[in-house]
């Protein structure tokens, strides 16, 4: 169980972070977030061990003794083992005798400097650690020393898949390999499972697979992937993957040509980042009073999709309920969902390319390659939401590491250079500005986190002091107590907005219309308060940063309300395929996902 903290903490300062590990700036500022990275992980380790303890009467040794037992076999269950084997031992001497988790990790050495979650004594939590260490038997420090000088020389080591170093807990026994499944694998944004490389995959259960995108019906074609125009009018075989194929006995009409030729179908896609993602750690994960045999039962497909459920989210979400995934619950509606209702011919045609922590360069440089369509296929409406790591990084400085925006200007441009290369003509592309993430502080500070809800001990205020000390804040200039710093992030934030209008009034392009919508978020909050909801019930409750499965479902009615309602979007909703329930009535759920 301590395995899966650590596995929340590293994803979500992967997550969030500003930026993917590959866009950091420089080895010093990763080295630095690393370091505390690990800092982090320990801290929320040992509170909630200690917590355990006290939820199910047991001494810390006896909870330290089971605790691996809740996980699956596999890499999961062999970081927890080595966790516990490296530091059991000191973890149960020093919470034995009453010392905090942050003194714990001081320590045992990995965290150093004054940063606390939980009240600091007297001293300061560095000196606290270092008198402690000083008091623990012989043996234990040596351990301590020799895991200190282990992870030193550790600093260096990096992922297989790239060059960035891990945090240096990584290197610990048992943690590597689970490290490169949280860092590693899809940083191309690609499956992982495509043999035919058309960009999409038959398989859910992999990296990237059909939670990302519709479902390749021919894993071995690369010319047979969702959203392609048909072959042969689908005569003989499903080309497009819509499941709609063959020809009706009474016309003599192949049923692509009679149900959906005419019909004005397109795809959906996002360029986007974490939040397009739908990031999300369930609370239970860190909550000691919710946790049970289950709760971590599908610890695995949770990794494989980067603590990201865009199965659910406001753009790809393709569920009809959450009823599935005992780790998160909500209502669900999305834009595809909306889509496939008017016209079930774009069924599975489907592409969530959001990566957690994007910016604009990012987008620019590498992300949006990941984006599978060519001009002959059918045309696209595709949202680019980048809405808050632009201004968003755990810096001292954050300020300073903003993108300004005549960098915006040109990242967004040259993105959309790219998409005129690519997308099908006839296609829409819609530009969304960026949140004003003073709603965060203004509604979380004085709340509980989950981490504390046992004690009432840890607000998110106090989690994003912590956060802030250790430079790994998702966005210091937002979730921050300081009021003037929250205001210039903002004005950031609505000066980067305002070079999304610009380029939407005067660019000109041969694929694609361009549109502009504000970005939802403060819509949504006042609807979901005049209806009695308070705005903290539409934020996720781990990060305190994303918006929660609620607030998907809404962003997506009230896009889809702008997109129906305005005369600004003339052409984004297509009408109602008059053949929809011949389809269903022939075709059934059309192979499902």
Known sequence: MAQSYLIAVLALVAAANGAPRSASKDNTLKSGANTATTCAACTVIVSLIEQLAQVHNNTIDKEVEKICDLFPDGPVRDGCDGVIMTFGPIVIELLAKKETPDVVCHAITLCTGTCH??????????????????????????????????????????????????????????????????????????????????????????????????????????????????????????????????????????????????????????????????????????????????????????????FDWPMLSATTAYFNGTASFPNINGPVNSSYEIMRSRNRCMHRDYQNIAVNGARSGAMNTTIQAGLSRVTGDHPLLLTYALIGNDVCNGHEDTVADMTTPAVMRANVLATMEFLDSRLPVGSHVVLMGLADGRILYE???????????????????????????????????????????????????????????????????????????????????????????????????????????????????????????????????????????????????????
């Open 117 to 306: 979650l939980f009240p600091a004594p007297p001293i300061g939590v560095a000196a606290a650690g270092e008198a402690v260490r000083s008091r623990l038997s012989q043996q234990h420090q040596a351990d301590v020393q020799k895991t200190a000088d282990f992870l030193a020389k550790s600093m260096t080591s990096t992922s297989k898949t790239n060059d960035d170093p891990l945090p240096p807990i990584c290197n610990l026994p048992g943690l590597h390999d689970l490290c490169e499944i949280i860092f590693g694998f899809a940083n191309d944004h690609l499956p992982l499972e495509d043999a035919d490389h058309d960009g999409f995959s038959g398989h859910t259960e992999t990296f990237r697979g059909t939670n990302w995108r519709g479902k390749d019906c021919a894993p071995d074609d690369s010319q047979t992937y969702p959203g392609a125009r048909p072959v042969d009018d689908d005569r003989e075989k499903d080309s497009n993957c819509n499941g709609i194929y063959g020809v009706n006995p009474t016309t003599g009409v192949p049923y692509e040509v009679e149900m959906c030729a005419g019909t004005n179908q397109f795809g959906i896609a996002v360029l986007g980042d974490s939040a397009s993602a739908h990031f999300h750690v369930p609370p239970e994960f860190l909550t000691a009073q919710s946790i049970t045999d289950s709760t971590f039962k599908d610890i695995l497909p949770i990794l494989e999709n980067e």
């Open 443 to 593: 509604s979380l500070h004085d709340r509980i986190h989950p981490l504390g809800q046992l004690r009432g001990d840890v607000t998110y205020a106090a989690l994003y002091d912590y956060l802030n000390c250790l430079s790994i804040s998702p966005c210091r200039g937002w979730m921050n107590s300081n009021a003037t710093l929250r205001n210039a992030t903002t004005q950031r934030a609505v000066e980067l907005s305002a070079v999304l209008q610009e380029v939407v009034a005067t660019g000109s392009y041969h694929s694609f219309d361009l549109h502009y919508i504000p970005n939802p978020i403060h819509y949504i909050a006042e609807k979901w308060n005049a209806q009695g909801g308070e705005t903290w019930q539409l934020i996720e409750p781990v990060d305190g940063f994303h918006p929660n499965q609620l607030a998907n479902s809404l962003v997506a009615d009230i896009i889809w309300e702008w997109f129906s309602n305005n005369a600004t979007y003339n052409g984004l909703v297509p009408p109602i395929n008059p053949n929809n329930a011949m389809i269903e009535k022939v075709f059934g759920d059309q192979g499902g996902y």
